[in-house]
């Protein structure tokens, strides 16, 4: 007969619960699955632009503008709308997503993507604001899909 006391229901879900809501603090937002797997189903079409509209999963549906932050990069000198959301982020608290800010005039809001699923930021797209027209070639990289800026829509 084991004479150990039981495991409080507390602790069998405290501990995974708060590893959770750290993978989230330090991230600076929530991921977003579902615009991820938009990304990825547009990706293997080839050549496109993101996924837009209701239904696509971004935060904002008809979103103008993206910007890319990329792990490690600066983010003092990103332009509005954008600055407030980016100067927010710790962008060195983790180098498996990359972050996407979409605009719709003034409104901002931010999401992570896995990196090992989508990556923009190994072809350069470091801080660089793209619009919603902005043509993306695609080809694959050890199971990530690699997202390269086609044509002139880059804005900064």
């Known amino acids: 007969m084991s004479h150990e006391p039981p495991v409080p229901a507390l602790s069998r879900w405290a501990i995974p619960a708060a590893t959770l809501l750290l993978g989230v603090l330090l991230t600076g937002c929530t991921g977003n699955t579902g615009y991820q797997d938009a990304l990825v189903e547009t990706a293997q079409s080839g050549q496109s632009t993101l996924p837009r509209g209701e239904g696509a999963g971004a935060p904002i549906p008809l979103w103008d503008s993206v910007l890319v932050v990329c792990p ?17 982020l710790d962008t060195s608290s983790t180098d498996a997503v990359q972050w996407l800010l979409f605009a719709e005039d003034d409104s901002v809001k931010r999401i992570s993507v896995d990196r090992t699923a989508v990556d923009f930021c190994l072809d350069g797209a470091v801080n660089k604001v793209y ?19 086609v044509g002139p829509e880059q804005l900064g």
Request: net charge negative; aromatic share 12%; hydrophobic share 35%.
């Open 72 to 88: 490690y990069s600066d983010t003092t000198e990103v332009p509005e709308p954008f600055a407030k959301e980016a100067r927010a």
């Open 131 to 149: 619009q919603h027209t902005q043509v993306w070639s695609t080809g694959k990289s050890d199971g990530a899909w690699l997202m390269t800026a």
